[in-house]
T-cell receptor, first 113, second 118 residues
Framework: DAKTTQPNSMESNEEEPVHLPCNHSTISGTDYIHWYRQLPSQGPEYVIHGLTSNVNNRMASLAIAEDRKSSTLILHRATLRDAAVYYCILKGRRGGSQGNLIFGKGTKLSVKP | IAGITQAPTSQILAAGRRMTLRCTQDMRHNAMYWYRQDLGLGLRLIHYSNTAGTTGKGEVPDGYSVSRANTDDFPLTLASAVPSQTSVYFC?????????????????FGPGTRLTVL
């Protein structure tokens, strides 16, 4: 699985948009870009995923660069509940032999009231 | 709403003792996973099961064993606990390990078990 690079931490103010970057310069053509987040003292939870086109769902938006070497998770209006560690993960749709997700260290997002 | 449950929530264990962490899901997912999470590190895969009756080793399997007698349950056993197994353990499941075309294979995680081995 290709490697991703994320900033260790970011800060945001409540009610403001947050852009969480992820670099994945060695992404393969079949790799999907997945985002999960982990709230304090909880297990990770799915946020969004995409392949080539930008994606929106009720939680967030995913903007994917045209060359797919980077992507940005966008939280349109950060709330205190969005304070979490956000993981950018590459995985083919068909998975590997183990089907698991490979987590890096992620970006710790702090949200200030 | 159940999803995935894990038990116990937390446990303090003497080194050398045997311990089984329980994981149950009610989503009829075929694939299940055990991860451990240590401070400053991401989640690492211990063992996995693509379907009932089969299991496989992940990145850090030493000192752990699993079984998958049915679809719902995936217990993780530490035969003889050591202090380096102090960690937070997460169980996860997904519909399949290999996603079908036009379907997304989201992983669902349990709340975790915090294990301390003294």
């Amino acid at each position: 699985d290709a490697k991703t690079t994320q900033p260790n931490s970011m800060e945001s103010n409540e009610e403001e948009p947050v852009h969480l970057p992820c670099n994945h310069s060695t992404i393969s053509g079949t790799d999907y870009i997945h985002w999960y987040r982990q709230l304090p003292s909880q297990g990770p939870e799915y946020v969004i995923h995409g392949l080539t086109s930008n994606v929106n769902n009720r939680m967030a938006s995913l903007a994917i660069a045209e060359d797919r070497k980077s992507s940005t998770l966008i939280l349109h209006r950060a709330t205190l509940r969005d304070a979490a560690v956000y993981y950018c993960i590459l995985k083919g749709r068909r998975g590997g032999s183990q089907g698991n997700l490979i987590f890096g260290k992620g970006t710790k997002l702090s949200v200030k009231p | 709403i159940a999803g995935i449950t894990q038990a116990p929530t937390s446990q303090i264990l003497a080194a050398g003792r045997r311990m089984t962490l329980r994981c149950t899901q009610d989503m009829r997912h075929n694939a299940m996973y055990w991860y451990r999470q240590d401070l400053g590190l991401g989640l690492r895969l211990i063992h996995y099961s693509n379907t009932a009756g089969t299991t496989g080793k992940g990145e850090v399997p030493d000192g752990y064993s699993v079984s998958r007698a049915n679809t719902d349950d995936f217990p993780l056993t530490l035969a003889s606990a050591v202090p380096s197994q102090t960690s937070v353990y997460f169980c996860a499941s997904s519909k399949t390990a290999f996603g079908r075309v036009n379907s997304y294979n989201e992983q669902f995680f349990g709340p975790g078990t915090r294990l301390t081995v003294l």
